[in-house]
């Protein structure tokens, strides 16, 4: 006993200086939540207090050793619940400390995968009945699952997460089946074993086959509980049948619920992340300078008595043209790369197109107009973007958290916006000012379309009034002119500032056009404007969601 | 002394140039003077170009001054004209940078430095940056808080502060300039409206007597009780209006009524004082209407009546007051006993119009026809107006028919209003033969093109459109139409083909910008518009 108490002690010691590790991060640094390390004390409190109480003897008096199963229960108990809390965080895209995570997540899965092992020794040495084991795997899936999600999800690789989550998503599915399945089918057997010895009745009445499917020891009164079946709503043939249908069924429709209930708390929840690097806020034009070296001239007089023999014209050779790249990178802060200081890794850039009820929200789409405007965005910034462009609904903005949402996103039509409602207005206006988010809007085609903005954004923005966006804006960068396919809503480019922040820029005339298969025919300077346009805007709102982003870093540090 | 005077006339015709243009873009008389001969030539050169809104050739002709005499006395104010005309460019950016900043940096002490400090302000405020627009105004109020555009940065300061809901600040800066600025003819606007603002955001609080007090720096004598009025009703409505604050707005009301009652004279025997007393108790009847009190309005006009004596000036407004209330008849009886009988009996038709007795309207109009065959025209074309809100198209026809031989003379619009009559209640035949009788081309040709087209006569349509093309302001419609036209009669291709004529001819009208989404959403045919440049 002795012995036990002296490892505790050292144990006790180790994790307490773990312990107070992590609160010292999370006051000093705030990387790590605070309530992570003072779990920690609470567990070492209660382990203290467990191994005071009366529990340690009545554990003495079986042959489990005590010490070892108050300290490692409680530990993991705290850390399970340790792990349950930082995956909701994770989950709910707290600003956690990404590597930390790796580390505790990592852990946890090969805590998980160590104490399956253990019980399946222990199950084996001590007898223990076998479905200890598998109820210690099952529970081991869930660290090792999420693990796994999180890890691909931490390198980048979307393939991996995706199949892991739904890997895992099946195995949990399956697991939980099977442990209902087996549930059931016990309680009613006991149930059927009880009633059977107390009237045996129906002996002999049955063959084999049939009571696979049939009651052995009906009662006289049908009762109510699922797992006997004899229950009255199961019938008077094939209950087992029916019996086990309900518990599939019934399994099904709760794991469905949950994981909406759970997708719909945290799942659905998407995050956008800028990719990480830095430059300057600004699209260059990429320029490449041609220095001619002149050729020495020489001036002949046709009646000098020295005869010249001037070499033709043609064959004149110009000294190779000196080629001078400007190397720049756009992005926003320092960082490897083009990017954005207050990127990650696996951060992209992404277009993301607006979809509402009224007018023709995808005008162009088919025509390929974001994934044109996307992949020139791409070439000429080189920055990290996603392969395709995505649609929302105004609604789904509300997933995004506040921090991981989309910098830019873009509406476009030609009819009406129809009836956007008040809810919706509502997460528009979250997102364009708690959320720091932009809006681009193009005028696809009317004159309404343009008085139906400008109302919406009445509404949306009350007392903030739309300013006619100067050609110097950062918006307007390097362009000489504002680029209009077709004048629907004038030549004016309107904007709505917040806190000197531009949330809604709206453009007049049909830019999206221009970037479809084709460019609606307009010439060639007029489209090549338009991506620009299209590229600075986006440049400009992920490299104000970046300060804002570096500023909110250092405010929490502060 | 004549070379004097030839230098002044001179002087002063080179300088009405500059009248064109607003205060800070002015350059300074002194400045002007002491400028030489080819400096000011060069200054009215681009003077020229910025009164035109040429904003670019401006600019280029403000820098070549820069650099030809770069040490002028008017080079400060070259700069200046240099960065309106980058704002006027909308590029307001550059012209903060390397404008207006670098007047204040090269040229400190001049005025248009201190012109500059306030437009830095308001170019920041045009690009929608309140808080760097906030700072300058700040910078340009304390650097040279004498100087007219102190004023000018406090009012465009409130109109920040106003953006921002932050009504303390507001008010401050409204009574800063109401009561300690010295009024000048510059900043009488400023101080003037400062005043306004303030009085009126004290009756909205139902300080009656700040509110007077405000508005006194400003107003005098009738003209106070009318800005008083003028100011108060909203409030006072909205104060009444609502059940908490009613008693504000109730008590602000009384002490309105009992200043004005307190400027009514004695003396009768004047005109002058009559005609006041008049306006005065008109709004004092009209402030207890505000105050949502009926009898106590009423009681008012009778006060006046006792006092000056009931003419048709006072009956009507008494019998407006019914009328707005909606008691028609009290109205009517009021209207009966009017002097001037024929006004007494429009005033009833114009109720029984209200009331939407349309009958009862129309045979007060035929009495008035019948009392004066000299207007018949006149109160036809009321009766018209009758027929045609009451829907009665065929009586409203009927109508016209009169007019047809009372007043020939506007034959072309009878014959529309006959059309168009004859149009909304389905007659679409007949509507095309009145139209084709009116003279307002080239509506007429739209207006039966319509009615063919419902007909679903789409050649004949066809043809009209054809004939509106002639028309050089009705061609891109025109061409739009034959378009639609195709379109209704099934005509798929040409349909198509006339979206595109539209587009190719008139690029730049908002018919082309219709016809150009049309044939994208329902054909998924992109037509270009050319492409444009942002208008400069």
């Known amino acids: 006993m002795g012995q036990w108490r002296q490892i505790p002690v050292l144990w006790a010691l180790f994790m307490g200086f773990c312990w107070v590790g992590l609160i010292v991060e999370a006051v000093l640094i705030r990387d790590w939540p605070f309530w992570v390390g003072v779990m920690g004390f609470f567990g070492i409190i209660l382990t203290e207090v467990l191994w005071r109480s009366k529990l340690r003897n009545k554990i003495s008096g079986t042959d489990l050793n005590s010490g070892l199963v108050i300290y490692l229960g409680v530990f993991l108990v705290t850390f399970g619940i340790a792990w349950v809390g930082l995956w909701i965080q994770w989950a709910f895209a707290s600003d956690l400390n990404e590597q930390g995570l790796l580390i505790f997540f990592s852990t946890s899965s090969t805590v998980a995968l160590v104490v399956c092992f253990t019980f399946r020794v222990e199950q084996q040495q001590r007898d223990w009945p076998v479905w200890t084991y598998w109820l210690a795997l099952t529970i081991s899936i869930y660290p090792i699952w999420q693990g796994l999600v999180f890890g691909a999800n931490y390198l980048g690789w979307v393939k991996v997460r995706i199949a892991c989550a739904q890997g895992g998503m099946c195995l949990a599915f399956i697991s939980g089946l099977l442990w209902v399945v087996w549930g059931v089918e016990r309680r009613s057997r006991k149930l059927q074993r009880q009633r059977y010895a107390g009237k045996q009745k129906m002996l002999g009445q049955v063959g084999p086959l049939e009571a696979m499917n049939q009651s052995v020891a009906i009662p006289a009164i049908k009762p109510w509980d699922p797992f006997d079946q004899d229950a009255w709503y199961y019938g008077k043939s094939r209950q087992k049948l029916k019996q086990s249908f309900n518990a599939i069924f019934s399994y099904t429709i709760i794991f469905v619920c949950m994981v909406m209930l759970i997708l719909s708390l945290s799942g659905c929840r998407e995050v956008y992340e800028l990719p990480a690097g830095g430059g300057e806020e600004m699209l260059k034009q990429k320029i490449v300078k041609i220095k001619k070296v002149i050729q020495k001239k020489y001036v002949i007089n046709p009646y000098s008595a020295i005869l010249f023999n001037p070499p033709p014209i043609e064959k004149i050779k110009l000294q190779l043209l000196e080629l001078t790249k400007h190397v720049y990178k756009p992005g926003h802060g320092e960082g490897k790369g083009a990017g954005f200081a207050g990127g990650t890794k696996r951060g992209k850039v992404r277009f993301i197109r607006l979809k509402y009820a009224g007018g023709d929200w995808d005008q162009d789409l088919d025509l390929h107009s974001d994934l044109n405007m996307l992949l020139w965005y791409s070439a000429n910034t080189g920055h990290e973007t996603a392969p395709k462009p995505e649609v929302r609904t105004i609604n789904q903005l509300k997933n995004f958290p506040i921090g991981k949402s989309p910098p830019l996103v873009y509406m476009t039509g030609q009819k009406s916006l129809g009836s956007i409602s008040s809810k919706d207005k509502e997460v528009l206006r979250e997102y364009l000012t708690d959320k720091h988010g932009m809006l681009f809007a193009d005028n696809g085609g009317s004159s309404n379309w343009h008085s139906q903005f400008f109302s919406l954004m009445r509404q949306v923005l009350p007392g903030v009034e739309p300013i006619k966006v100067p050609l110097d804006h950062p918006v307007h960068n390097g362009m000489p002119f504002l680029p209009i396919v077709a004048p629907h809503g004038g030549r004016v480019a309107y904007g709505w500032v917040v806190e000197s922040r531009m949330v809604a820029y709206y453009h007049p005339g049909d830019i999206g056009d221009a970037w479809a298969d084709g460019h609606a025919g307009v010439p060639g300077q007029i489209y090549e404007a338009c991506y620009r346009l299209g590229g600075n805007v986006i440049l400009y709102a992920h490299a104000e969601y970046s300060k804002w982003l570096q500023s909110r870093k250092k405010e929490d540090k502060k | ?536």
Request: glycine share 6%.
């Open chain 2, 1 to 536: 002394m004549k070379i004097r005077l030839s230098a002044l006339v001179v002087l002063v015709c080179s300088f009405s140039v500059y009248a064109q243009l607003g205060y800070l873009e002015q350059i300074p008389v002194e400045t002007f003077a002491k400028m030489r001969e080819v400096e000011r030539f060069q200054l009215k050169v681009a003077e020229k170009f910025y009164v035109k809104g040429e904003y670019k050739i401006a600019a280029s002709e403000y820098e070549k001054f820069l650099t030809l005499y770069e040490r002028s006395l008017a080079a400060p104010y070259a700069q200046l004209m240099w960065s309106h005309c980058l704002v006027k460019q909308r590029r307001v950016y550059t012209a903060i940078r390397d404008g207006f900043q670098s007047v204040i940096d090269y040229w400190p002490d001049s005025h248009e430095a201190m012109l500059s400090g306030y437009l830095i302000g308001r170019s920041y405020q045009s690009a929608g940056e309140l808080q760097n627009a906030e700072k300058a105004y700040i910078q340009a109020i304390t650097t040279h808080p004498k100087h007219q555009t102190s004023v000018l940065s406090k009012w465009e300061l409130a109109e920040v502060y106003r953006i921002r809901k932050d009504t303390v600040k507001r008010v401050k800066i409204w009574e800063d300039l109401t009561y300690k600025t010295k009024r000048t003819k510059e900043n009488n606007y400023q101080t003037t409206h400062a005043s306004i603002y303030l009085g009126q955001h004290h009756f909205y609080a139902g300080d009656f007597q700040n509110a007077f007090k405000a508005f006194a720096t400003t107003y005098k004598g009738k003209s106070l009780i009318s800005q008083l009025y003028r100011y108060a009703s909203s409030p006072i409505s909205s104060l009444t209006g609502s059940q908490e604050k009613s008693p504000t707005g109730t008590k602000l009301a009384d002490e309105l009524i009992s200043y004005i009652l307190e400027q009514i004279p004695q003396d009768f025997t004047k005109d002058a004082n009559i005609s006041l007393t008049r306006d005065y108790y008109y709004t004092i009847a009209a402030i207890h209407g505000n105050a949502r009190r009926d009898n106590e309005g009423l009681a008012a006009y009778e006060t006046l009546g006792k006092l000056i004596g009931v003419d048709d000036g006072l009956r009507g407004k008494q019998a407006s007051w019914h009328r707005s209330r909606k008691r028609y008849d009290e109205a009517r009886r009021i209207y009966s006993q009017y002097k001037n009988r024929e006004a007494g009996l429009a005033a009833i038709a114009n109720s029984w119009y209200e009331e939407k007795k349309w009958k009862e309207s129309v045979n007060i109009y035929n009495q008035l026809i019948g009392m004066d065959k000299d207007k018949e025209g006149q109160w036809q074309q009321s009766i018209v107006g009758v027929w045609r809100k009451a829907g009665q198209w065929d009586k409203a026809i009927a109508a016209y028919q009169i007019l047809l031989t009372v007043e020939a003379g506007k034959f072309g619009d009878w014959y529309w209003g006959i059309a168009d009559c004859y149009e909304r209640s389905g007659r679409l035949k007949e509507a095309i033969q009145s139209y084709r009788q009116s003279d307002r081309y080239p509506s007429v040709y739209f207006a039966m093109a319509s009615c063919h087209r419902r007909l679903k006569q789409y050649k004949e349509a066809l043809v009209l459109y054809h004939q509106a093309r002639a028309d050089k302001s009705s061609a891109p419609e025109a061409t739009k139409q034959i378009a639609e036209t195709y379109e209704q009669s099934g005509a798929r291709e040409n349909a198509i083909k006339w979206f595109q004529q539209t587009c190719k001819l008139y690029p730049k009208t908002s018919q082309a910008s219709r016809a150009h989404a049309h044939l994208q959403s329902k054909y998924k045919i992109s037509v270009t518009l050319g492409g444009a440049n942002e208008k400069k």
